[in-house]
């Protein structure tokens, strides 16, 4: 494998990471995170842990080779279109795992130890600057593949 076609495929890698997380994202925000208030308030707190454990599962992977990939790009683009591309990519990948961290992982460890009608609420408007993110996101991605290959 040459170097071009090495970049080109952390490229579509990264895309296809993102790309799947926008669509989790818009799951998460629109039919997700709502139904917790329609969940079994008696049993939440075993409807909440599993929820977590299972998305854990389901999602590290993907963020994790989506972070992988977005820094190996943001250091191998040598066109400036690209390179800011790249680089507005992994600050809005940053301003993403920050808000998880930050804001709805604590919200959801609230939510495992009882149904909190508030919180809820919070987690799904705190999740709409996170949607936003990673909806740009796959557009940054897709305008990568439209422009140049990485060097």
Same mark, same amino acid.
């Given at each position: 494998? !040459?170097?071009? !076609?090495?970049g080109?495929? @952390?490229?579509?890698? #990264?895309?296809? +990471?993102?790309?799947?997380?926008?669509?989790?994202?818009?799951?998460?925000?629109i039919?997700?995170?709502?139904?917790?208030a329609? +969940?079994? #308030?008696?049993?939440?707190?075993?409807?909440?842990?599993?929820?977590?454990?299972?998305?854990?599962? %389901? %999602?590290?992977?993907?963020?994790?080779?989506e972070?992988?990939t977005?820094? =190996?790009?943001a250091?191998?683009y040598?066109?400036?279109?690209?390179?800011? %591309?790249?680089?507005?990519?992994?600050?809005?990948?940053?301003? @993403?795992?920050i808000?998880t961290v930050?804001?709805q992982?604590?919200?959801h460890?609230?939510?495992?130890?009882?149904f909190? +009608?508030?919180?809820?609420?919070?987690?799904?408007?705190?999740n709409?600057?996170r949607?936003?993110?990673? !909806?740009?996101?796959?557009? =940054?991605?897709? +305008?990568?593949?439209? !422009?140049r290959p990485?060097?």
């Amino acid at each position: 494998m !040459t170097a071009g !076609t090495v970049g080109a495929a @952390i490229l579509l890698i #990264h895309a296809a +990471a993102t790309l799947f997380m926008v669509g989790v994202i818009w799951f998460v925000q629109i039919v997700h995170y709502p139904l917790f208030a329609l +969940a079994n #308030h008696e049993r939440f707190t075993e409807y909440a842990r599993r929820n977590q454990r299972l998305t854990t599962c %389901l %999602l590290a992977l993907p963020m994790v080779v989506e972070l992988v990939t977005a820094i =190996i790009l943001a250091g191998s683009y040598a066109a400036d279109q690209g390179r800011s %591309l790249a680089w507005t990519g992994l600050a809005l990948l940053a301003l @993403i795992w920050i808000s998880t961290v930050a804001v709805q992982l604590p919200q959801h460890r609230r939510l495992s130890r009882g149904f909190d +009608a508030d919180v809820q609420r919070r987690l799904v408007y705190s999740n709409w600057p996170r949607t936003a993110a990673w !909806t740009a996101r796959g557009i =940054i991605a897709m +305008a990568m593949i439209a !422009t140049r290959p990485v060097s």
